[in-house]
C-alpha cells in the first residue's frame, strides 16, 4: 500500500485513462505514476463518513419522506439509546418519533438512502452504533457518523456505469482524508 499525496499526484481522470469496475468491487484508474486500484466500499465508507459527520456536526442532515412510514421495535435498552441520542440521528437526516412502548415509527431517512429498507437501516444503524461503543473510544457524533456510513457504503457495492465510477473517484479526492476510511484501512493503492 502506498499513501498518494493528492496535491503532487494528478487526478486520475485529468491523465486521459479510461476508469473500469473490476469484479464489482474495485476501481482502476491511469495516474501519472502507474495505475490506481480503488476499493469502491472503503472509498464511499470515507465519503459518507465525511458527509455525515459534517451533518450531525451541524444537525444540517437533508431527509427525505417515507412514503410508507415503518415501524421498528425495540429493546427498552435501545429505545433508550435512540431516545437519548434523537437529535443527533435527526442531525443525520432521519425522522422518527414514539410509537407506542419501546417502538418509533420512521418518517423519514437521510435523502441520499434508498427508500424501502428504512427499518433495515435504522437497526442495522444502531447495531453498528453498539459495536463501535463497544471496540472503539469515539464520541457519540463520530459514532453515528461512522456506523451510518460504514452501513451505507456497504449498501451501495454494485456494478457501476462509467459516470459513476469517475463520481465516486472524484468525490473521494475531495474528502479531507481520502488516504483511508475512517477505522484506517487503505480507500486505495497505486500499482
Known amino acids: 500500500d502506498s499513501v498518494v499525496n493528492v496535491e503532487s499526484d494528478v487526478h486520475p481522470l485529468k491523465v486521459g485513462g479510461t476508469v473500469f469496475q473490476l469484479h464489482g468491487q474495485y476501481l482502476c484508474s491511469q495516474v501519472k505514476s502507474g495505475m490506481m486500484m480503488v476499493d469502491q466500499k472503503a ?33 427498552l435498552s435501545d429505545f433508550t439509546l435512540v431516545m437519548e441520542m434523537k437529535n443527533e440521528i435527526e442531525g443525520l437526516g432521519f425522522q ?49 457518523a461512522r456506523s451510518l456510513a460504514k452501513r451505507a457504503a456497504t449498501k451501495m457495492i454494485k456494478q457501476l456505469q462509467p459516470e459513476e465510477m469517475s463520481a465516486i473517484i472524484d468525490q473521494l479526492f475531495a474528502c479531507d482524508n481520502p488516504n483511508y476510511t475512517p477505522d484506517g484501512m487503505s480507500t486505495f493503492i497505486v500499482l
Not at 465508507?45 to 456536526?57: A, D, G, Q
Request: glycine fraction near 6%; proline fraction near 2%.
Open 96 to 144: 422518527f418519533d414514539e410509537f407506542g412502548k419501546e417502538s418509533i415509527i420512521i418518517n423519514g431517512i437521510p435523502a441520499d438512502m434508498l427508500s424501502g429498507n428504512e427499518k433495515t437501516l435504522f437497526e442495522g444503524l444502531i447495531e453498528q452504533y453498539k459495536w463501535n461503543t463497544n471496540q472503539l473510544s469515539i464520541s457519540k457524533k463520530e459514532n453515528l
Open 43 to 75: 472509498a464511499q465508507e470515507r465519503i459518507f463518513f465525511e458527509k455525515y459527520m459534517l451533518n450531525v456536526e451541524n444537525n444540517s442532515g437533508a431527509s427525505q419522506r417515507c412514503m410508507f412510514p415503518q415501524t421498528v421495535n425495540l429493546s
